[in-house]
């Protein structure tokens, strides 16, 4: 299976503070990555496809970027309702995989 | 207004199977496939695999593969994950997911349902 690492695990950011969390693929993924955000208790929330392609109603404030093995999600000006714990995701392969999650606290 | 519906939790013992349903709401349901997702308490997502109503393909992760069963029924729009052999590892929230898929190409999970706990205790 293809392994997805995030960085950081964990992170404490101010509010206005743009942040960005990088995922990285064990092997080429070319740009089939997806970013989820999930709130204690709640679902998954779908933020981005094909790594940079904003899913309709998310706000503007969020953007992916990358190809291959590397990419980001950056959120240019954070806000509270930006905390939760977010996910990048592989769809290239036939196993699909998430990356461990990276926690943002406001 | 597109939804997918989860049944409630359960309750099961170890060695036991689980059966979870997944009802889907607002959109034609052979027209996008179906993902299984398994979150243990305080841990990340797990991916256990998808299944096409249209064709009834399935691909399961190569953890699961043999102890998951993934079946449609198209007449309800209803999407299935049975788990056999139950230990207290698969004590989880268990999500379905819709595939976002164009051509032959998958981009993610779209909507999402709202999971269903899974504990296993004797």
């Known amino acids: 299976d293809i392994q997805m690492t995030q960085s950081p695990s964990s992170l404490s950011a101010s509010i206005g503070d743009r942040v960005t969390i990088t995922c990285r693929a064990s092997e080429s993924v070319r740009n089939y990555i997806s970013w989820y955000q999930q709130k204690p208790g709640k679902a998954p929330k779908f933020l981005i496809y094909?790594?940079?392609t904003l899913q309709s109603g998310v706000p503007s404030r969020f953007s992916g970027s990358g190809s291959g093995t590397d990419f980001s999600l950056t959120i240019s000006s954070l806000q509270p309702e930006d905390f939760g714990t977010y996910y990048c995701q592989q769809t290239y392969s036939t196993s699909w995989t998430f990356g461990q999650g990276t926690k943002v606290e406001v | 207004q597109v939804q997918l519906v989860q049944t409630g939790p359960e309750v099961k013992k170890p060695g036991a199977s689980v059966k979870v349903s997944c009802k889907a709401l607002?959109?034609?349901?052979?027209?996008?496939?179906i993902s299984w997702v398994r979150q243990a308490p305080g841990q990340g997502l797990e991916w256990m695999g998808r299944i096409s109503p249209y064709t009834g393909d399935t691909s399961y992760a190569q953890k699961f593969q043999g102890r998951v069963t993934l079946t449609t029924e198209i007449s309800t729009n209803t999407a299935y994950m049975e788990l056999r052999s139950l230990t207290s590892d698969d004590t989880a929230v268990f999500y379905c997911g819709r595939n976002l898929q164009m051509g032959s190409y998958y981009f993610g999970m779209d909507v999402w349902g709202q999971g269903t706990t899974v504990t296993v205790s004797s």
């Open positions: 607002g959109y034609t349901f052979i027209n996008h496939g």
């Open positions: 094909a790594a940079s």
